[in-house]
């Protein structure tokens, strides 16, 4: 008969939980990839120049994420340094927090006491939850958006036909961002504040900002077309109509497979259920030496602690998940 004793059930386990975790996120990594392959055929040759291969970008990583997840009267040029300022405090607090815990008191004098690498990979862990949490915010902002995009491009259509207006772009933008509702409003204004403050020729810089904040394929055609308009005066209403009907089109190839998704986002809730019963099961059938063995073994607690990671990058996944953005 198999003699298995608790701590190699618990490891076991705790294998295949990570095994199933880690093919459920590389398929759902890949799905949009393969929907975008299949789908070049359909949507036709698409400008492979970036807008950064045209026009220089002028902004930083962190100034993007931060100016596309906050709203544009609160972002600040001092918004980056707060932000950095923000997570090494993390840093450093989590840091000294995990140094005092682990000697249980004060380090002393030496240098070498107040070095421990489990403290610094807290301590990195702990710096890093801002930006991760603004990478969600970001993702969610551009899942709705990838949505809101067609009706956004049908209305500013319909503002770019008015008579008189196809020769002020500018105006186009403003009366669109006033009429606008839904998550593409503060895309629109973020475009339309940054035109105010330094004019007509920081078109590039307003279509970057405006990618960004949707990430997709007719997002970048669209910011190349309001460029070509602003800085060229290119009459662009035949290729927004070209544009809108393909939007049109490509949604419903989008819209017959939102399903596959759905076996994600479940199985991203499903550890946080399944996870604690199987540990309280085979306490149980042990006889309690589960639990004693996760507080006195380290190689066990720390695969709980590696289980519990993967169960909250679970439930981040599925909350993206749960309205995916058009990748065409």
Not at 131 to 154: F, G, H, P, V
Not at 243 to 253: F, V
């Amino acid at each position: 008969m198999l003699n298995v004793t608790p701590e190699t059930a618990v490891k076991i386990i705790l294998i295949l939980l990570y095994a199933f975790g880690a093919y459920q996120l590389t398929g759902v990594v890949f799905a949009p990839l393969l929907r975008r392959w299949r789908s070049q055929g359909y949507l036709g040759a698409t400008p492979k120049a970036s807008l950064t291969d045209e026009y220089a970008s002028r902004f930083t990583h962190l100034e993007l994420l931060l100016r596309a997840t906050s709203h544009p009267t609160k972002f600040t040029r001092t918004s980056v340094a707060q932000f950095l300022t923000l997570s090494g405090s993390l840093f450093f607090l989590a840091y000294f927090v995990l140094l005092v815990g682990s000697h249980g008191q004060l380090p002393g004098g030496q240098l070498g006491d107040w070095w421990n690498p489990n403290a610094l990979l807290m301590g990195i862990l702990t710096a890093a939850i801002p930006y991760a949490l603004k990478q969600i915010q970001l993702q969610m902002i551009r899942n709705a958006n990838s949505y809101a995009l067609i009706d956004a491009t049908e209305l500013l259509l319909m503002k770019y036909r008015t008579p008189g207006y196809e020769a002020n772009l500018y105006h186009v933008l403003s009366e669109l961002t006033t009429e606008i509702e839904g998550p593409m409003k503060r895309t629109f204004f973020s475009m339309v504040t940054l035109l105010q403050v330094e004019g007509r020729t920081a078109m590039p810089e307003a279509a970057e900002l405006f990618v960004y904040q949707i990430k997709n394929t007719w997002s970048r055609q669209l910011g190349i077309l309001l460029i070509k308009a602003a800085l060229e005066n290119r009459n662009i209403e035949r290729a927004l109509v070209k544009l809108h009907e393909d939007m049109t089109e490509g949604k419903q190839i989008v819209e017959g497979e939102k399903t596959e998704y759905m076996e994600s986002i479940i199985m991203g809730f499903f550890p946080l259920v399944i996870v604690p019963s199987i540990l309280f099961f085979m306490n149980d059938l042990f006889d309690g030496s589960v639990s004693k063995m996760l507080w006195t073994n380290p190689a066990v607690f720390q695969g709980l602690v590696l289980c519990i990671f993967f169960i909250f990058v679970g439930l981040a996944t599925s909350l993206v998940l749960s309205k995916p953005k058009i990748e065409v």
